[in-house]
């Protein structure tokens, strides 16, 4: 396809890849050593984090602007139970990581096939991807293997000058990152160190809308001693409606009861426009599930901080106890079941 990368290109970041796997920069390097690569193309900047200091996952990630930075950031700052596991690879980067053999997809072994290329060893076979909130992570298209190019070629760069002195990432206070950026000297690219001072970015708040009739509706029944466990889970499903789109993963909204583990509803959300767009809809979601069945939960419990936040509006509308625990055995249960059957199993 016309915006694929070339075999020359693919082969490129193979080599670049197996340089980095060599050189081992999570040896010396935390994932929170953060620093930018701009692309010389379309001027985003991509912050590069190495992980694998623990030696469990090998990858260099660029996580793509300054809002994912942030967000990356929150994530590292957060409480662990605000947000739901994998949020990470909720937020739009570039990864090329590094796993074994058995844990390649069709896609990247035909790739590998066609090059010709071999990797021995533990955790030896580059990977590379695209990540987008809401969606299946694919490989690179032509544009991002360019900028991946560039961000694994100044990795080569950074990581040993780190080693050397780590205060080069340092370059000013916290808001200010050490970003390489490139010119145009005669035909060649010049790379060379800047210090960027970010500004943290404005969030706007999530549109959130919920139907006031079906609200209503509900306020007029009366609560009894109902307990439901809710979660928003991430489907290891692909949808995809036509060949040519990216797919995407379903998020399911489970509504379970508490004490018999029976399952009121799973409702079905996707990404539409962006993730904070299908978040907003969460809660219109969850009103309709308690319409449907006529439910008047005295209490409904949430994993997440996130949800809880999501769900609090509707909680003070209805007047029902929201809490926040990770012991949520129906629900982990009808999530086992869930996944069982997708697999086959």
Known sequence: MVNEPTLAEWRHLYDLAARI????????????DVF?????????????????????HLAVTAYLGTKTLYEFWEFQDEDSSYWPDGHLLEMPQLQVSFLGRDELEPADRALMKQLG?????????????????????????????RFMTHILEQVLDVAPRIREDDAILLPGDDDTYLVRVAHMQGDQLMWEDTAVHL???????????????????????????LELEVD??????????????????????GVIDARTGFIFGIPLLTVETSLEEMWARVPDTFVHVLADHKLAP????????????????????????????????QLRAAVDSLF??????
């Open 21 to 32: 796997k060599t050189m081992a920069p999570w040896g010396w390097m935390d994932e929170t």
């Open 36 to 56: 930018g690569v701009q692309d010389p193309v379309s001027g985003e900047t991509g912050y590069v984090s190495i992980m694998g200091a623990l030696g469990e």
């Open 117 to 145: 290329l071999t990797f021995r060893g533990k955790q030896a076979y580059p990977v590379f991807r695209s990540y987008l909130p809401g969606y299946v992570p694919v490989l690179l298209n032509a544009p991002e293997a």
């Open 199 to 225: 500004s943290p970015p404005d969030y706007e708040p999530l549109p959130i809308s919920v139907d006031t009739q079906v609200l209503e509706t509900l306020k007029k029944q009366k609560p009894g001693s």
């Open 232 to 253: 928003l889970i991430l489907i290891p499903a692909r949808v995809q409606e036509k060949a040519d789109e990216r797919p995407r993963f379903p998020y399911a909204l």
């Open 298 to 329: 005295y209490q409904v419990t949430v994993p997440t901080g996130f949800l809880l936040e999501l769900l609090t509006p509707v909680s003070t509308a209805l007047g029902f106890k929201l809490r926040q625990s990770d012991d949520m055995p």
């Open 340 to 345: 069982q059957s997708l697999a086959g199993d």
